[in-house]
Every structure is written in structure tokens, then in C-alpha cells.
């Protein structure tokens, strides 16, 4: 059974930084790549970064390349989303996700809360 556990939301200050992490359990060893993306209310989930999970290639989203950054921690089967320098449009629900191949997500947490204050 494979589970995602998003943590490190919450609420930050415009131009703070916030830390989030995803903590996997299951067949990690047949995923292709972690993601992150967000969902801000009234819009459709959007994708933010994402990293393979043997190479550790990365990709992001180009509004917000330079201010986020992925990496992971293969031996404790967790992805980290670095968010710098935040802005009010931030504010979102933040999911991880698994994919087992051509970037195609098969599982999904449960979300974890960002709001930034002005």
C-alpha cells in the first residue's frame, strides 16, 4: 500500500520561507518521480516541480523557477518542496505525488495548507 504524507504547511509572511515535506511509504523503489503541485481556491491544480526519483532531474514550473526548489531524501523515502521568497498568490493546498512512469501521477496526499500573510 502506498502512502504520501505532506507536512510543514501553515502560515508564513510574504517573503518568508517555508519548508514543506512529503513522507512516502510503499514500493518506492518502482517510482519514476515525486511532484508537487497546488491547488489555490476558485483554480485547477496546478503542477510546481517535480524530481525523478533514481537521478534526482528536476523540473519546475517556470513562474516559480528560482524561488521554489525540490529535492529529496532516497534512504527516508521523502521529497522536500524549499519555498523562498513567497508571495500572496502562493497561497494554495499543496499536494505530493508519486509516479511509477512518464510522469504520469498514481498517488496523491491528502494536501497540506500554505497561506501567506501580508
Known amino acids: 500500500q502506498v502512502q504520501l504524507v505532506e507536512s510543514g504547511g501553515g502560515l508564513v509572511q510574504a517573503g518568508g520561507s517555508l519548508r514543506l515535506s512529503c513522507a512516502a511509504s510503499?514500493?518506492?523503489?518502482?517510482?519514476?518521480?515525486m511532484g508537487w503541485f497546488r491547488q489555490a481556491p476558485g483554480k485547477e491544480r496546478a503542477f510546481v516541480a517535480s524530481?525523478?526519483?533514481?537521478?534526482?532531474?528536476?523540473g519546475y514550473s517556470d513562474s516559480l523557477k528560482g524561488r521554489f526548489t525540490i529535492s529529496r531524501d532516497v534512504a527516508k523515502n521523502t521529497v522536500f518542496l524549499q519555498m523562498n521568497s513567497v508571495k500572496l498568490e502562493d497561497t494554495a493546498v499543496y499536494y505530493c505525488a508519486a509516479s511509477t512512469g512518464n510522469y504520469l501521477y498514481d498517488y496523491w496526499g491528502q494536501g497540506t495548507q500554505v497561506t501567506v500573510s501580508s
Open positions: 510503499g514500493r518506492t523503489t518502482s517510482w519514476f518521480a
Open positions: 524530481i525523478t526519483w533514481s537521478g534526482g532531474v528536476t
